[in-house]
């Protein structure tokens, strides 16, 4: 029986969903905790990993592998949530689809070495329709530098095993 070449990447997906539902994020973060806020938690800390598995040249096939585990599970939380069958394939195709765009949004306001670009990608993506207060959007500016400053210093072997703390 061949082993789903998946499965050694759920430990490190099963990372990013720990940490993208650590309170934090929702009681001072003010990230509204709802089926979209937990999901754009979910996408935020997903789109952190992948930025940084790119760094490594040789890293393509698991974070293939890594974005086909997250629109799995995006696809099982919609149906778990009662979106119908007919629905749930363009549900998770726009997801997707609004993934990338983040992703390029994280790409450039983590690169940017102000914080401005980071809390506008933050409000716009993470909060929505939510105003969040000054306070809680330094929060999450300071939280996310350093989930990505945590991920940079990791080792990107023991990040792909699961086995890293960041």
Known sequence: TEVDPRESLRPLYNQVVAQARQPHWYLDGGVPDSVNGRFEMVATMFALVLLR????SDRGREMALLTEIFVADMDAQLREIGVGD????KRVGKL???FGGRLGAYRTALADAGDQSLADTLRRNVHG???PADAQLAHM????RTVWNGLGATDAAALIDGNAQW
Not at 53 to 56: F, M, N, R, S, T
Not at 86 to 89: A, E
Not at 141 to 144: D, E, L, N
Request: net charge negative.
């Open 53 to 56: 598995l790119e760094k490594e």
């Open 86 to 89: 007919m629905i749930v394939g």
């Open 96 to 98: 997707v689809g609004a």
């Open 129 to 131: 329709d939510v105003n």
């Open 141 to 144: 500016v300071s939280a996310v």
